[in-house]
């Protein structure tokens, strides 16, 4: 037996004993693949003009959720899903009720937990920060202690609430901390991180290193790939080429699927925030699951 036949009997061995972790999130019947998710936000300019026809692509796209944004005011979104068989878990929603809350009982976000409920939703997730709640680490202890209080409300409700992240998070402030540093502190068992994979890495940050790290505290990911080349770390805005179908980037999506069955993430979201053609966007980057 020659050394090179020698390697590849020996490599399909091991494989056979021991599957790998990548084996593993290459497996047809993969959860995440199976039901994976689309940030509607994605089809925002799409779903403006045609919000019935743009659901039908996505659902003729093979995606089999979808996360809606701009929670409550979503009616046009629901009808649709429901018309067309798209399943909606999870929303991004009006984040102020819950950062910059208007009383004591946070009102609004009562609101909010009502309609996500009459709708079906079990996950919310608070999408952003102003530049006013996030430039100091208290100000962003400040946040945590109202995510924690709106945490225990949406948990009566049945629902779980989660922080997305962006970039600007792991800018080092005061004694080099940051404000992510901040929220894995603060943040109570109630609360946990809706893990946006592109804006961890923009922000210096390798996806599976944060993700191990917070086993057990992620609820959802949204999936999408970088521009190779793409200067990092970068704490501030990106250029719309650098967002990239999955596949077509500088991150490898089958080590961050692998890793969220190892940390008991609940869903997988497909996102990309900008796209000269978005239909097409979404067709390449689930094409690209789907290939694995």
Same mark, same amino acid.
């Given at each position: 037996?020659?050394?090179?036949?020698?390697?590849?009997?020996? =490599?399909?061995?091991?494989?056979?004993?021991? *599957?790998?972790?990548?084996?593993?999130?290459?497996?047809?019947?993969?959860?995440y693949r199976k039901n994976i998710g689309l940030q509607l936000y994605t089809l925002r300019?799409?779903?403006?003009?045609? =919000?019935?026809?743009?659901? $039908?692509?996505?659902?003729?796209?093979?995606? $089999?959720?979808?996360?809606?944004?701009?929670?409550?005011?979503c009616d046009k979104m629901i009808k649709a899903a429901k018309d067309s068989g798209l399943e909606l878990?999870?929303?991004?929603?009006?984040?102020?009720?819950?950062?910059?809350?208007?009383?004591?009982?946070?009102?609004?976000?009562m609101k909010t937990l009502d309609k996500a409920k009459e709708t079906g939703l079990s996950h919310l997730v608070i999408p952003y920060l102003?530049? @006013? &709640?996030? @430039?100091?680490?208290?100000?962003?202890? $400040?946040?945590?202690? &109202?995510?924690?209080?709106?945490?225990?409300?949406?948990?009566?409700?049945?629902?779980?609430?989660?922080?997305? &992240?962006?970039?600007?998070?792991?800018? *080092? $402030?005061?004694?080099?901390k940051t404000g992510f540093d901040v929220f894995t502190a603060e943040f109570s068992e109630d609360m946990k991180f809706e893990v946006d994979v592109f804006w961890v890495k923009v922000g210096g940050v390798e996806p599976v290193d944060l993700m191990m790290k917070l086993k057990g505290r992620i609820s959802q990911l949204h999936l999408k790939d970088?521009?190779?080349?793409t200067k990092l770390p970068?704490?501030?805005s990106v250029p719309n080429e650098a967002f990239k179908e999955l596949g077509?980037?500088?991150?490898?999506?089958?080590p961050i699927i692998d890793a969220a069955k190892d940390i008991g993430v609940a869903i997988c979201h497909v996102e990309q925030d900008q796209s000269p053609d978005a239909i097409a966007?979404?067709?390449?980057?689930?094409?690209?699951l789907k290939s694995l």
């Open positions: 037996m020659n050394r090179r036949h020698f390697l590849r009997s020996s =490599t399909a061995a091991a494989l056979l004993a021991a *599957p790998s972790r990548t084996l593993l999130a290459l497996e047809a019947d993969n959860t300019k799409e779903l403006g003009k045609d =919000t019935p026809g743009t659901i $039908k692509a996505v659902v003729d796209a093979g995606y $089999k959720q979808g996360e809606m944004f701009g929670f409550p005011n878990h999870s929303s991004h929603f009006e984040w102020d009720s819950v950062v910059n809350p208007k009383d004591e009982g946070m009102s609004e976000f102003m530049d @006013k &709640n996030r @430039k100091t680490l208290d100000d962003y202890k $400040k946040v945590a202690e &109202n995510c924690n209080k709106a945490a225990i409300k949406a948990k009566a409700a049945g629902i779980q609430l989660a922080y997305h &992240n962006h970039a600007f998070e792991f800018e *080092p $402030k005061e004694d080099g970088l521009m190779k080349g970068n704490y501030g077509n980037g500088m991150i490898p999506v089958e966007s979404i067709n390449q980057s689930i094409a690209h």
